[in-house]
């Protein structure tokens, strides 16, 4: 059975901090592994890794992907008040249609 | 963001119901999913579709079914609504079978 778990399950930090947030994953016949933002509505997309080793940059967002170790990491520079959401990570299978999804890592960013 | 909406968006109805939930993209996308969102347990895919008429079950299928008619139209009914069927549920279309991009939600209660 597929798996994915985010650490840590939340975390607390001020404003102008570099924050980490993990996922690691267990999916037979693996085809891609996504990250999405949630605040108070529908997941936003931000990053689809299906390489290893490849960062993903959208302004003060990265992701890279590990797939000998099988996890993948999200950071966020600087961050804002405005990136408090909770962060979801999900698998994707060749053998399948779902996004397997991690439970989230509820970030709140402090003034 | 992706055309998609939901509706309703709120609904209140009572145990033994029937209740249909409506996807509607503008999107032409091929796939479309429904996932629910309940604390504790993340997004789980309840059905999805790889075009009209085309539909197959998800990890929580059990209580709901699903039509598709046209390629914008995707409906969730649950034919007797139970407790355990409160939830937020999401939408999702595709073009491919990869990032997925969510609809606003519908939050249901059932009483």
Redesign the interface.
């Known amino acids: 059975e597929d798996k994915v778990v985010q650490s840590p399950l939340s975390l607390v930090v001020h404003e102008g901090d570099t924050v980490t947030l993990n996922c690691s994953y267990e999916v037979t016949n693996f085809?891609?592994l996504?990250w999405?933002k949630q605040e108070k509505?529908?997941?936003?997309?931000l990053f689809?890794l299906t390489s290893s080793g490849i960062e993903k940059k959208s302004g003060r967002l990265s992701s890279i992907l590990d797939k000998k170790e099988l996890f993948s990491i999200l950071n966020i520079t600087a961050t804002q008040t405005g990136d408090s959401a909770v962060y979801?990570c999900?698998v994707?299978s060749n053998s399948g249609?779902?996004?397997n999804?991690?439970?989230?890592t509820s970030l709140l960013v402090t003034p | 963001d992706a055309g998609i909406t939901q509706s309703p968006r709120h609904k209140v109805t009572e145990t033994g119901t029937p209740v249909t939930l409506r996807c509607h993209q503008t999107e032409n996308h091929r796939y479309m999913y429904w996932y629910r969102q309940d604390p504790g347990h993340g997004l789980r895919l309840i059905h999805y579709s790889y075009g009209v008429k085309d539909t197959d079950k998800g990890e929580v299928s059990d209580g709901y079914s699903v039509s598709r008619s046209k390629t914008e139209d995707f409906l969730l009914t649950l034919e007797s609504a139970t407790s355990s069927q409160t939830s937020v549920y999401f939408c999702a279309i595709s073009e491919q079978l990869t990032e997925q991009f969510f609809g606003p939600g519908t939050r249901l209660t059932v009483l």
């Open positions: 085809r891609s996504l999405y509505k529908a997941p936003t997309f689809m979801l999900a994707n249609y779902a996004l999804f991690g439970k989230g």
